[in-house]
């Protein structure tokens, strides 16, 4: 049973650092490629991040690009989101999601476009000072 827990959120002040965890299960990350989500209220749902399994390529969203850093741990099959640099477009539910047939584009498509899709249940993030 594939299973992703996403974790490290909570409050960062503008201009800060945020590293978010993903620890998945029922799954090996030598083989799924993984992204990270988020929507924030009153938003649709976006794609912010993205690691391939084969070749560790990312990909990332332009808002993003230049201060984030998406990686994968093989042995603790849990892949990090960094965010640096906290902006107001930052705060949303951050999900971390994979799927069977899913890979990662500068389209940033949700998992569930390619097919059978695992979602976490998210985490939290909010910027204030």
């Known amino acids: 049973q594939v299973q992703l827990v996403e974790s490290g959120g909570g409050l960062v002040q503008p201009g800060g650092s945020l590293r978010l965890s993903c620890a998945t299960s029922?799954?090996?990350?030598?083989?799924?490629?993984i992204g990270w989500f988020r929507q924030a209220p009153g938003r649709e749902r976006e794609g912010v991040a993205c690691i391939m399994s084969n070749d560790h390529s990312t990909y990332y969203k332009d808002s993003v690009k230049g201060r984030s850093t998406i990686s994968s741990d093989a042995v603790t099959n849990t892949v990090y989101l960094e965010i640096r640099n906290a902006k107001p477009d930052d705060p949303a539910v951050y999900y971390c999601?994979?799927?069977?047939?899913?890979?990662?584009?500068?389209?940033?498509?949700?998992?569930?476009?390619?097919?059978?899709?695992?979602w976490g249940k998210g985490t939290l993030v909010t910027v204030s000072s």
């Open positions: 029922g799954l090996s990350l030598e083989y799924y490629n």
């Open positions: 999601a994979t799927g069977t047939l899913y890979y990662c584009s500068d389209n940033h498509r949700d998992p569930d476009y390619y097919g059978t899709a695992y």
